[in-house]
């Protein structure tokens, strides 16, 4: 593929791989003298080039080092993997990121943050096996999850708050050992003093207010926007009147939900009677 080939707009795949030979050539490196300095085969970066292989976020890392970029091949490479995503959901990623509060409702399955890589992995591949998504893509959504709960470990993270349904707790995603695994890293990020995790027990029954996952976030300019997803896409709300009568339903739902100790005992005793 030479540079004239396709358009660098025509999908982040291709303009990765031809930003990865402009600047190559530019230093007037071969492929081979590239793959060294990266650590892979002159073979690969033939690939990567064509795009016949699929950037990972350890390439474009060590791209932007190799060639003192910045942050130019990681942004492709985010831009590459987003394209996988639910429609609607990059939009609401990049609100996440920048948020200075988070409250999230998990109904069914633990929401992505909290969300170990095994729990995530076994979510994914599940959906592969369906034929929902190519393996490509689970890849993908795993490894744009691991970027997305960077969130979690910056020096001044978000606050934030979780209401989890309690069926969150015995859905035996993945199996024993990796639901017991979820299960305990709930316990620990419920620890955080910037992290609350309640549940909402079954016997709340019809006053579980919410029948859809549903998160908020507060942004630096002290707006607040929503996100919920259907089966086909995902969609941020900004309607002031929506997402106040979001919050709305969410304080109801705090007032039902069981007290942050009591939630804390009953994630532990889900664990213990999954893995004693």
Known sequence: MSDNDAAPQSSPHVRFGLELRRSRRARQWSQVELGKRLGYTGAFVSYLERAKRAPTREVAVKADEVFETGQKFYELWRKYTR?????????????????????????????????TPAYAAALAHAAVRRGAITQTEADE????????????????????????????????????????????????????????????????GENLTFTLPVVLLDLPDHSVVGYAESIAKGHLERSRAAVTAWSREYDHLLVEALPRAPSLALIRKARKEIQP
């Open 83 to 115: 394209a996988a995503l639910l429609e609607g959901f990059p939009e609401f990623a990049d609100a996440e990121a920048k948020c200075r509060r988070l409250r999230t409702v998990g109904l069914i399955i633990v929401p992505g943050l909290f969300q």
């Open 141 to 204: 959504r795993i490894e744009y999850l691991a970027v997305r709960q960077e969130l979690l470990n910056q020096k001044a993270p978000p606050v934030l708050h979780a209401v989890l349904e309690e069926g969150c707790l015995h859905r035996a995603i993945g199996g024993h050992q990796v639901m017991a695994e979820q299960l305990r890293h709930l316990e620990e990020l419920a620890q955080r003093p910037n992290i609350t995790i309640q549940i909402a027990p079954f016997s709340l």
